[in-house]
């Protein structure tokens, strides 16, 4: 192995004083991790797939039970509003229960009619998958491989982000306490400069990441030296489009949820307003009337809506994109500023006047930031969306479904949210397209990313009596 570091340090971002340091494991820690897994799996893939739901299901349950301490956590950790973690906490119980109810059903063997008498599809786990995690939603990002990727039998080792080491290892308590077997769900706290060994170590099967796209281009860039499937959700700069028939009121009340939960820390914010002249004055008050709206303060408190920033280095980006953007001619409308005090924290910004030159549009803003961009029709609008190096989500505001629909065909993108918030949910398809990825996670395209689809194939009724008979 490469760099190893002595521990890793858990900071909280409201505070900035260390919440506890981390141990990080050896080379001889990961080998270990790394055996278990594949002794274990020959077992665990031979378990019948309803003993695996139903550990999956008793994950959920736990999940439940201890919803106000693990969001405690994850506030403490990176900065999350306690509303939002609990919430957090609570689709993860949901994933953990819709997948040990559905797994079955999409585990099952599949007819698949050919020239034989009988060929069929099935679904076989791939073994140890190798997961590096972010840490805006720690427990999420998490479960939204693990649920059904364990429910498909195969086993899984999970890299975290540095600074969110505490939930980490509760995601692994959880495991181990709901009964499932050692060296099912492993832990690893390593450097980034260990994961391309440890993709590319045999005992590894498959990788997934959530990430930026630079670390996407170094995992994938480990996965094919290795031969290894890989899923990776990336980056994102999301469309936000407003039509001239759209609801108004109704597309900056949502615009203002969506850039500014969770501090604009989520690749599937929506982080580019591209908005049609005929309403971009209303829409553009109103989104500031939004923002200024926003309660930032201690995120342990319910009132406020928005705590700080995860670290440091995230606020000097977004002031440093806030800057860029405005000498290149952008006007700031509100918020940019720090708070006076400790914390990582700055005010919700909105700019008008943008361009695809300025970095609030052309960059992955990951921060409380949202661009404006006016347009003179749904046709522009559409040409500037797809105007991106990202594809993850996008939305389009009207009140004609029928143009709406046509238009999120145009779009370049992974989903399209018509009237709506773009968000994960366990019972759709979730994953981007361009430099915001590839592969799937969720509902049964992500169980099945990391099965192999053995063709099972039988010979014609009829040339094997004839054969017999020759005989």
């Known amino acids: 192995m490469a760099v190893e570091l002595q521990a890793m340090r858990s900071v909280n971002p409201t505070t900035e004083q260390e919440i ?52 405690a956590l994850i506030t403490a950790e990176m900065g999350k509003p306690i509303a939002e973690s609990r919430a957090e906490v609570e689709k993860c119980a949901f994933a953990c229960e819709w997948f040990a109810e559905k797994s079955p059903g999409f585990l099952a063997d599949q007819a698949s009619p050919s020239d034989s008498s009988r060929s069929f599809v099935a679904f076989e786990p ?38 969110v080491c505490g939930c980490a290892l509760a995601i692994g308590d959880l495991f181990r306490d709901a009964g499932f077997p050692d060296g099912v ?48 959700e990336l980056g994102g700069s999301d469309a936000f489009i407003v039509l001239e028939d759209a609801d108004v009121e109704e597309a900056a009340t949502i615009a203002a949820r969506s850039r500014f939960q969770n501090a604009g820390q ?20 109103l989104l500031v009337e939004r923002a200024r709206a926003v309660v930032v303060g201690d995120p342990l408190r319910d009132a406020v809506t928005m705590g700080p920033l995860a670290r440091s280095d995230l606020r000097d980006t977004f002031e440093r994109q806030v800057r860029e953007s405005l000498a290149l001619g952008a006007t700031l409308r509100c918020g940019a500023q720090r708070p006076e005090g400790r914390g990582y924290f700055v005010t919700p910004a909105v700019i008008t006047g ?7 549009y052309r960059e992955e803003t990951f921060g409380p930031l949202a661009a404006v961009m006016r347009v003179r029709s749904a046709d522009e609008a559409i040409s500037a969306a797809n105007e991106s190096d990202f594809g993850l989500g996008g939305n389009i505001w009207t009140r004609d479904e029928e143009r709406g629909l046509s238009l999120a065909r145009r779009m370049e993108s992974g989903g ?50 004839q054969k017999r008979v020759v005989e």
């Open 20 to 71: 506890a340091t981390y141990p990080m494991h050896t080379a001889n820690d990961v080998d270990d991790a790394l055996d278990r897994a594949v002794s274990r799996h020959q077992s665990w893939r031979s378990t019948p797939v309803q003993v695996r739901c139903s550990l999956m299901a008793t994950v959920g349950g736990l999940l439940r039970e201890r919803r106000d301490s693990l969001a």
């Open 126 to 163: 791939l073994g140890t998958v190798f997961a590096g995690m972010p840490w805006n939603f720690p427990l999420w990002q998490v479960f939204r491989f693990a649920a059904p990727g364990l429910c498909a039998g195969n086993c899984a080792v999970l890299k975290h982000a540095s600074n």
């Open 185 to 232: 769900f492993s832990v690893l706290l390593v450097a980034s400069e260990q994961i391309a060994s440890i993709i590319e170590d045999r005992r590894i099967a498959a990788v997934t990441l959530t990430g930026s796209t630079a670390a996407g281009r170094s995992v994938a860039t480990a996965a094919g030296r290795s031969l290894k499937p890989a899923v990776l």
């Open 266 to 285: 989520s690749c599937i914010a929506a982080k580019r307003f591209i908005v049609v002249d005929a309403v971009a004055d209303q829409f553009e008050e």
């Open 354 to 360: 943008c361009t695809p030159a300025m970095a609030a």
């Open 416 to 465: 399209v949210y018509i009237n709506g918030m773009t968000h994960s949910d366990p019972r759709i398809p979730f994953g981007g397209v361009k430099e915001s990825g590839y592969g799937r996670e969720l509902a049964i395209f992500g169980i099945r990313e990391f099965v192999n689809a053995k063709t099972i194939w039988l010979p014609e009724a009829d040339a094997t009596l």
